[in-house]
C-alpha cells in the first residue's frame, strides 16, 4: 500500500558475473526499521548495492515513492533521499571527523546551512565535537561507526540503508550502534539494515526479511520470524538431524 | 672549514629539494586520485622547459614569466591525455597493468618528439639570475636554486589549501582515501579524476620552467628524473604530497652530502639505494597506508 521503497524481483550481479540476486523482492514501509538476513552469499550486501545504483539491476524494478529509480547512478540516488552506509564503514581516514562529516553534505548547494547541521549532529553526538579535529582513521570501531551514521543524518534522508553496521564490534558498542538507530527512527528516518547477526537485527526490526540465494524466502514481523522454526533450519544447516 | 663545507652542502641541497618536491607532488596527487603510476610525468617536465627555453631563447622571456603559461598549457594537455586516453581505461579491469604500459609509451613518444623537434643537444636556460649567487658569509647561495625553491614551495602550498579548505578540495582527497565513498556521497570522481590529473601534469609543466635554469637538460633525461622521483614518491608514501615534499628535502640534502664525500657520480645513486632501503625497510614510506597484507 504505503510502501516506501519497493523492489521487485531484482536479478543483478558484479559485472559481468553470474547473478548473484535472483529475483529478490522487498517492502520498505515509512518510518520502520527493516532487517535483512540470511546466510552467507545470500545476496544481502548485493541488494543494498543494487537499490544504490552500485550494481546494474538487470530484471526486476526498484521504485522510491512510486516513481522507479532503476538504473540511476549513486549520486542521483543520494539526491532523492536513500544513504547508504557500506560495510567498510566509508571514512575517509585521514581527513578530520569534522571534515568526514562535511563530505557527508557535499550535494548540499547551501554551505551555511551545511555547517549549522553539522553543528547539530555534534551537539547530539558529543564524541564527535570532543573528536572533531582527529583523524576519522585512529577512532575505535564503535566511534567509526557513529561518525558513519551520524554522517547520514545531515541530508536528513528519508531512507537509510546500513550493511552490517555491527561487524567486528563488542556487544557493548553493538547496543550503542542500535541506540543511533532509534534516534534515526525518532527523526522520522526508515532504515533498511542488513545483518549477519540475525538476532540481533531482528529483535530491533519492525519487520524482518529473510534472504537465501538471492530470493527472498520469506518475511514478517521482526519478532516474529525470529521464532519462525525456518530460521533454525536455515542457519544450523538443514532439518533437525536425529 | 669543514664546519662551513658542511653549511654550504646543507644549503645547496635544501636549494635543489624545491624543485624535486613539484615535480614529486604532482606525481603524488595523479597517484593519490586516479592509482596511474604517471611514467610519463618527468617526460611532461621536459616539455615545460622546451616551451620555458624556447620563450627565453626566442623572447628574452624570463621562465618565471613563462611558468604560468607552461602550467596552463600543459594543464590543457592532460586534460585531452585523460579524455583520449586515461578515461576508457579507467573501467579495464587490468587498469594498473594498462597504465603503466600507456604512460611508459607515452613517455617514448614524448622523447622523440622532442628529440625529432629539437635535437639532443644539451640546452639550459640561462637569465641573469641563474648563474648568480648570494653570499652569507662564506656560503653562497645561487640565486637561481633559491628563486626556484622558493617559487616550488609557494605552487605548493596554494595546492595544499586548495585541498584542504575547498570544497573541490576536500572532495579530491576524499576520493583519493576512499573513492566509492566519495561516489556515495555525491562527488563525480570522474570530475575529480580529471581536474586531479590537469592539476599534475600542470605542475609538471610549472616545474619545467623551473628545471630549465637550474638543470641542463635534453630530451632523454627525463628517465634519470623518473628514477629520482618515484624514490621520493615512495618515501613520501604513495600519494602523500606531504610526504612526498619532505622526501625530497631529505634525498636532496642526502644527495648533496653523498656527491661531496664520494663524488658527483654518487650523488644520483642517493635516490635508488633509498628507494630499495624503504622498499625493504618500510614500504608504506613515512606517510602511507600499511600496506594489507590479506
Sequence with gaps: MNDLLQVSN????????????????????????????????????????????????????????????????????????????????????????????????????????????????????????ERRDQQAGTLSGGQQQTLSMARTMILKPEVVMLDEPSLGLAPKIVAEIFDIMRVMTEEGITILLVEQNALMGLKHADWGVVLDLGRTLFEGPGKEILNDPRIQELYLGGKKAA | MIMADMVQILVLGLALGGVYALMGSGLSLV??????????????????????????????????????????????????????????????????????????????????????????????????????????????????????????????????????????????????????????????????????????IGLAGAAGALVSFVFSFFPAKHWEWIAILMSLVVLGGMGSILGTVLAAFILSVIAAYVGFFFGATWSTLTFFVALFVVLLVRPQGLFGEKPELA
Excluded at chain 1, 83 to 95: D, G, H, N, S, T
Excluded at chain 2, 170 to 180: F, G, H, L
Aim: charged share 20%; glycine share 10%.
Design chain 1, 10 to 129: 531484482v536479478v543483478a550481479g558484479y559485472g559481468d558475473g553470474p547473478a548473484i540476486l535472483n529475483g529478490a523482492s522487498v517492502k520498505v514501509e515509512s518510518g520502520k526499521v527493516h532487517c535483512i538476513i540470511g546466510p552467507n552469499g545470500a545476496g544481502k550486501s548485493t541488494l543494498l548495492k543494487a537499490i544504490v545504483g552500485m550494481l546494474r539491476v538487470r530484471e526486476g524494478d526498484v521504485t522510491f515513492k512510486g516513481e522507479s529509480v532503476k538504473g540511476l547512478r549513486p549520486d542521483q540516488i543520494l539526491r532523492k533521499g536513500i544513504c547508504f552506509v557500506p560495510q567498510e564503514r566509508a571514512l575517509f581516514p585521514k581527513m578530520t571527523v569534522r571534515e568526514n562529516l562535511r563530505m557527508g553534505g557535499y550535494s548540499m548547494r547551501d554551505k551555511s546551512e551545511l555547517e549549522r547541521r553539522i553543528d547539530e549532529i555534534e551537539e547530539r553526538f558529543l564524541i564527535l565535537k
Design chain 2, 31 to 200: 597517484f593519490g586520485v586516479m592509482r596511474i603510476v604517471n611514467l610519463a610525468h618527468p617526460s611532461l617536465v621536459m616539455v615545460g622547459a622546451y616551451i620555458a627555453y624556447w620563450a627565453f631563447r626566442l623572447g628574452g622571456v624570463d621562465p618565471m614569466i613563462t611558468l604560468p603559461v607552461a602550467l596552463v598549457i600543459l594543464a590543457a594537455t592532460g586534460v585531452l591525455l585523460y579524455k583520449l586516453v586515461f578515461e576508457r581505461e579507467a573501467r579495464s579491469a587490468k587498469y594498473s597493468e594498462m597504465t603503466v604500459l600507456l604512460t611508459f609509451a607515452l613517455a617514448m613518444v614524448v622523447e622523440g618528439a622532442l628529440g625529432t623537434a629539437f635535437t639532443n643537444t644539451q640546452r639550459v636556460t640561462s637569465p641573469d639570475y641563474a648563474t648568480d649567487a648570494f653570499f652569507i658569509g662564506s656560503v653562497f647561495i645561487p640565486k637561481g636554486q633559491l628563486y626556484s625553491g622558493i617559487v616550488s614551495l609557494t605552487i605548493i602550498s596554494a595546492l595544499a589549501l586548495f585541498l584542504k579548505y575547498s570544497a573541490f578540495g576536500n572532495a579530491i582527497r576524499a576520493t583519493t582515501q576512499n573513492r566509492d565513498a566519495a561516489e556515495l556521497l555525491g562527488v563525480n570522481v570522474n570530475l575529480v579524476g580529471l581536474v586531479s590529473f590537469a592539476i599534475g
